[in-house]
Nanobody
Framework: QVQLVESGGGLVQPGGSLRLSCAAS????????MGWYRQAPGKERELVAD???????NYADSVKGRFTISRDNAKNTVYLEMNSLKPEDTAVYYC????????????WGQGTQVTVSS
């Protein structure tokens, strides 16, 4: 059984930084793309950033230049370094991965709350 477990959320002041981590575990043969989505109250879930197994990255315009996604393939882990945080970054952040574990499907983490407030 495959699981994605996130960590690193919390409360931070505007202008501050946080680092999110998401580790995949279970009977995994390979992981293709990994990414982070977020959902603010009353809004739809949106892509924040994703990264391919080869390291190519893609970012939402709202986070370009402030957030950095990276991954450690040996640890099946994806990270999101968030700098210069703004109140509008407040949301539940979800890890997402396209994993082959006998069949290929998309998996989601349980979500971690990020709150940017003074």
């Amino acid at each position: 059984q495959v699981q994605l477990v996130e960590s690193g959320g919390g409360l931070v002041q505007p202008g501050g930084s946080l680092r999110l981590s998401c580790a995949a575990s279970g009977s995994i043969f390979s992981i293709n793309a990994m990414g982070w989505y977020r959902q603010a109250p009353g809004k739809e879930r949106e892509l924040v950033a994703d990264i391919t197994s080869g390291g190519s990255t893609n970012y939402a315009d709202s986070v370009k230049g402030r957030f950095t996604i990276s991954r450690d393939n040996a640890k099946n882990t994806v990270y999101l370094e968030m700098n210069s945080l703004k109140p509008e970054d407040t949301a539940v952040y979800y890890c997402n991965a396209l994993i082959y574990a006998g069949s290929t499907r998309r998996y989601w983490g349980q979500g971690t709350q990020v709150t940017v407030s003074s």
